[in-house]
């Protein structure tokens, strides 16, 4: 099992550049999201989707798109970058075991930089 | 709104000591949950601490939560420089939605 990957690892936009963001999970998980990493701050939540097709805002979600259309994949896109989306972004994939929920698995990262 | 904090912020310690970091969040949660973060890396599922009272142990780390006092810990037995690391802990809010705290920057020197 792969577990959790984001592609790609690395990138630099130019402010007004568009870009998405790729994770794809091979455990059958339910639930992913979409974190950003900034020193000092922890990790904030941007969007999450509980199922194939459906997405929600999590605590940062102004600049940013999501999009689900199958289960194992969770995509994050930035429709026109600024210098405060600088940051590292972490996907991640949980379950549930009768309603209860679990530890999330997290992907590699990527590290976004907008110039 | 869940608030979830983290104390120390840093620690540094010698090799052989022990320690303990708190993670407080304010409002109620029965699940809580310890990640490790390595510089430059992703993080990785330590502890889930699933009710009042549950304590794990891996190695030289042992997690509690205490839901009424709405308090977990992690203690560090006998540091060792591999146990350099940020530790986060996160507490889930019943809504699928995890709150992480600001992380534990941990230095064991030698």
């Known amino acids: 099992n792969a577990g959790v990957t984001q592609t790609p690892k690395f990138r630099v936009l130019k402010t007004g550049q568009s870009m998405t963001l790729l994770c794809a999970q091979d455990m059958n998980h339910e639930y992913m999201y979409w974190y950003r990493q900034d020193p000092g701050m922890g990790l904030r939540l941007i969007h999450y989707?509980?199922?194939?097709?459906?997405?929600a805002k999590g605590e940062v979600p102004d600049g940013y798109n999501v999009s689900r259309l199958k289960k194992q994949n969770f995509l994050l896109g930035l429709e026109s970058a600024a210098p405060s989306q600088t940051s590292v972004y972490f996907c991640?994939?949980?379950?549930?075991?009768?309603?209860?929920?679990?530890?999330?698995?997290f992907g590699p990262g990527t590290r976004l930089t907008v110039l | 709104e869940l608030k979830v904090e983290q104390n120390p912020l840093f620690l540094s310690m010698q090799e052989g000591k022990n320690y303990t970091i708190y993670c407080n969040y304010s409002t109620t949660s029965d699940r809580l949950y310890w990640y490790r973060q390595d510089p430059g890396k992703s993080l990785e599922s330590l502890f889930v601490l699933l009710s009042n009272g549950a304590v794990k142990q891996e190695g030289r780390l042992m997690a509690s939560l205490d839901t009424k006092a709405r308090l977990s810990t992690l203690h560090i037995t006998a540091a060792v420089h591999d146990l350099s690391a940020t530790y986060f802990c996160?507490?889930?809010?019943?809504?699928?939605?995890?709150?992480f705290g600001t992380g534990t920057r941990l230095k064991v020197l030698a």
């Open positions: 996160a507490v889930d809010k019943g809504t699928y939605k995890y709150i």
């Open positions: 989707s509980v199922g194939e097709g459906t997405t």
């Open positions: 991640a994939s949980s379950y549930s075991i009768s309603g209860a929920y679990n530890e999330q698995f």
